[in-house]
T-cell receptor, first 112, second 112 residues
Framework: QKEVEQNSGPLSVPEGAIASLNCTYSDRVSQSFFWYRQYSGKSPELIMSIYSNGDKEDGRFTAQLNKASQYVSLLIRDSQPSDSATYLCAVIPNTGFQKLVFGTGTRLLVSP | DVKVTQSSRYLVKRTGEKVFLECVQDMDHENMFWYRQDPGLGLRLIYFSYDVKMKEKGDIPEGYSVSREKKERFSLILESASTNQTSMYLC???????????FGQGTRLTVV
């Protein structure tokens, strides 16, 4: 079982819709969770971090964490064509080192 | 702004060559990381360092070594380049005690 799993997509949504991206992780005691956005040919950039159960909102982005079910999700409201990118879920497992373990990413396509 | 700079954007090397990839960060970060990114496999951690002269193996260290002689610089060394090391290489850094990692622009290495 991979440490961090994501559906590779592509996930296609129309402009203005809500995009929902999901991620599951295997290490039950992981404490830190992140969403990175990566445009084609560019390096990843951090868009959200979440550390406790529940929702965390930042503008059009909401991260949701459910530790009991071991999943984390990212909602993008009012999706824009500029949101088209690959979204990487990352987790810091309970290894004692602050190393990020990434999923393979979900490609999001927002059509005008 | 945090700046993580990788020495080359594109690199072409021959099989068997010794290859050096350099990464410099200007934010006094303790942690530095080297990842490689391949289609369908996501970002995989090669090595990381949490202090000068300290290094830890990641998930795929075989065929690589690293050097960290100064806090701001983390070098990835391919001892004898092989075609299966053709990939995008990404350097990242972060403060110890925080987990927001910042990425360099990436080096696309082709081994022929």
């Amino acid at each position: 079982q991979k440490e961090v799993e994501q559906n590779s997509g592509p996930l296609s949504v129309p402009e203005g819709a809500i995009a929902s991206l999901n991620c599951t992780y295997s290490d039950r005691v992981s404490q830190s969770f992140f969403w990175y956005r990566q445009y084609s040919g560019k390096s990843p950039e951090l868009i959200m971090s979440i550390y406790s159960n529940g929702d965390k909102e930042d503008g059009r982005f909401t991260a949701q964490l459910n530790k009991a079910s071991q999943y984390v999700s990212l909602l993008i409201r009012d999706s824009q064509p500029s949101d088209s990118a690959t979204y990487l879920c990352a987790v810091i497992p309970n290894t004692g080192f602050q190393k990020l373990v990434f999923g393979t990413g979900t490609r999001l396509l927002v059509s005008p | 702004d945090v700046k993580v700079t990788q020495s080359s954007r594109y690199l072409v090397k021959r099989t068997g060559e010794k290859v050096f990839l350099e990464c410099v960060q200007d934010m006094d970060h303790e942690n530095m990381f080297w990842y490689r990114q391949d289609p369908g496999l996501g970002l995989r951690l090669i090595y990381f360092s949490y202090d000068v002269k300290m290094k830890e193996k990641g998930d795929i260290p075989e065929g690589y070594s690293v050097s960290r002689e100064k806090k701001e610089r983390f070098s990835l060394i391919l001892e004898s380049a092989s075609t299966n090391q053709t990939s995008m290489y990404l350097c990242a850094s972060s403060f110890s005690g925080t987990v927001e990692a910042f990425f360099g622009q990436g080096t696309r290495l082709t081994v022929v």
